[in-house]
Each structure stands twice: as structure tokens, then as C-alpha cells.
Nanobody, 123 residues
């Protein structure tokens, strides 16, 4: 059974940093695409960052240069380091896993989802 458990969210002031973690069980982050997505109130779920099985990363334009996705294969954990946070980054952040090693931005590509962790950035 695949489980994804996010942690690390919380309140933070604008300009601050947070590091989100996604611990995967029953699933190999080393061989599959992993993603961080976010959903603000009354909006759809949007891609934030992707990391393929072989470590290739991609980012949404509005987080490039501020956020970094990484993974520790030995710990089966994926991270999202968020620096220079802005109020518009406020959202529920979700970890998702795909059945392929390569990534696509479509929400339908991801088979497994965590419960999410809330990030709230105040100005």
C-alpha cells in the first residue's frame, strides 16, 4: 500500500523559508516521478515542482529561483525547500507520485496523493 505523508508546513512571514517533506512508503521515489502541487482556496490544483526518477527537475514559473525540489532515495523522501516566500504562495501543498519515472504536469498523471500540508504566508 502506497502512502505519502507531508510535513513541514505552517505559518511564516513574507520573505521567510520553509522546508516541506514527503515521506513515501510502499513506493520507490528512486524510480518514479514525484511532484509537489498546491491548491489555494477557490482555485485548482497547480504544479509547483517535479522531480523524475533520474533526478531531472522542473518548476512552475512563479517559483523558479525560490523553490527547490530534491529527494533522498535512501529515505524515500522528497523535499521542497521554499525560500523568499510570498503571500501568494499561501496554499495547501500536496505531494504526489506517478507510476512512471518521467514526469508530466497534468494532475491525471499522478496515481497517489498525500493529505497535504498547509502553508500560510503573512505580509
Amino acid at each position: 500500500q502506497v502512502q505519502l505523508v507531508e510535513s513541514g508546513g505552517g505559518p511564516v512571514q513574507a520573505g521567510g523559508s520553509l522546508r516541506l517533506s514527503c515521506a513515501a512508503s510502499g513506493y520507490s521515489v528512486a524510480r518514479h516521478c514525484m511532484a509537489w502541487l498546491r491548491q489555494a482556496p477557490d482555485t485548482g490544483r497547480d504544479r509547483v515542482a517535479l522531480i523524475s526518477g533520474d533526478g531531472v527537475t522542473s518548476y512552475a514559473d512563479d517559483v523558479k529561483g525560490r523553490f527547490t525540489i530534491s529527494k533522498d532515495n535512501a529515505k524515500s523522501t522528497v523535499y521542497l525547500q521554499m525560500n523568499g516566500l510570498k503571500p501568494e504562495d499561501t496554499a495547501m501543498y500536496y505531494c504526489a507520485a506517478a507510476g512512471n519515472s518521467w514526469c508530466l504536469p497534468s494532475m491525471n498523471f499522478y496515481n497517489y496523493w498525500g493529505q497535504g500540508t498547509q502553508v500560510t504566508v503573512s505580509s
